[in-house]
């Protein structure tokens, strides 16, 4: 098993910025992804960004591309999701995703999950 905790969320002005911050623990060594989902009110959980722990490879969502950047630090076996420029749309629960699969974008192929965290972007 691998349990997930995130932090970092919060209200931020439009414009601004946060950095959710992942921490894993338990079977980290069979994580070979993590992977950032958010959901907003009324809306379907949606992918965000991921990154490869072993070659740090990643892939971003269109509308969060130049504006979130997804990172890793394996010794603290923690995973980061910097935002700027921060747009009321960006409002939503977000989640924080561990995966054994070598490369995926889907929910379904995330075995493990946060509890997520409240970011609100105010306009």
């Known amino acids: 098993q691998v349990q997930l905790v995130e932090s970092g969320g919060g209200l931020v002005q439009a414009g601004g910025s946060l950095r959710l911050s992942c921490a894993a623990s338990g079977r980290t060594l069979s994580v070979l992804n993590m992977g950032w989902f958010r959901q907003a009110p009324g809306k379907e959980r949606e992918f965000v960004a991921r990154i490869s722990t072993y070659s740090g490879s990643t892939d971003y969502t269109n509308s969060v591309k130049g504006r979130f950047t997804i990172s890793r630090d394996n010794a603290k076996n923690t995973v980061y999701l910097q935002m700027n420029s921060l747009k009321p749309e960006d409002t939503a629960v977000y989640y924080c995703?561990?995966?054994?699969?070598?490369?995926?974008?889907?929910?379904?192929?995330?075995?493990?999950w946060g509890q997520g965290t409240q970011v609100t972007v105010s306009s």
């Open positions: 995703a561990a995966s054994n699969a070598a490369w995926t974008l889907r929910e379904q192929g995330y075995q493990y």
